[in-house]
Each structure stands twice: as C-alpha cells, then as structure tokens.
Nanobody, 117 residues
Framework: QVQLVESGGGLVQPGGSLKLSCTTS????????MRWYRQAPGKEREVVAA????????TYADSVKGRFTISTENDNKSLALQMNDLIPADTAVYYC??????????WGQGTQVTVSS
C-alpha cells in the first residue's frame, strides 16, 4: 500500500523558517513527479513547487520563488520543502503529492503551517 506522510508543519513567526518532509513508502519504482501543494482556508488547493525526479527540473509558484526550495532525499523516496522568509499568506495546509510514470498520483494527509506573530 502506497503511503505519503508529511511532517514538519507548525506555528512560526513572520520571517521564520520551516522545513517540511514527506516520506513515501510502498512504491518500488522511482516517482515521475513530486509536488507540494497548499490550501488556505476558503481557497482552492494550489501547487507551490514541483520536481521532475529524473531530470531534477524544479518549478515554483511565483509567490514562493526565492523563498522556498524543493528537493528529494533518501534516494528520491522522500520529498522536502525548505521554507524561508515566511509570511502570513503562506499559512495553509501543505500536501505532498507524488505521480507515477503511469499517471497515477498519491496524496499525503497534509500538515498545517501557520505564520503569525
């Protein structure tokens, strides 16, 4: 059974940093694409950062460019999101998403990030 488990969320002051982690299990092959999404209250879920595993190519939402860094760890079985210079608008539930080469995607349960003084 494929599972994605996020961790690392919490409460942080504006200007602070957090690192989110997503550990995947139950999938024997390399992921094709791995992404971080977020959903703020009353808003649609949006992609924050994406990584094409084989090429290492990364893309970011304009709102987080220069502040967030997506990367893989543990032989591409884990996904990380380093978030710096956090602002209140970054407050949301953050979700890990992984896509197989066959087009099937999986989601984690989400981790809350709250940026507030």
């Amino acid at each position: 059974q494929v599972q994605l488990v996020e961790s690392g969320g919490g409460l942080v002051q504006p200007g602070g940093s957090l690192k989110l982690s997503c550990t995947t299990s139950g999938y024997a092959f390399n992921w094709f694409y791995m992404r971080w999404y977020r959903q703020a209250p009353g808003k649609e879920r949006e992609v924050v950062a994406a990584l094409e595993v084989r090429s290492g190519r990364v893309t970011y939402a304009d709102s987080v460019k220069g502040r967030f860094t997506i990367s893989t760890e543990n032989d591409n079985k884990s996904l990380a999101l380093q978030m710096n210079d956090l602002i209140p608008a970054d407050t949301a539930v953050y979700y890990c998403n992984a896509l197989t080469g066959w087009g099937k995607d999986y989601w984690g349960q989400g981790t809350q990030v709250t940026v507030s003084s």
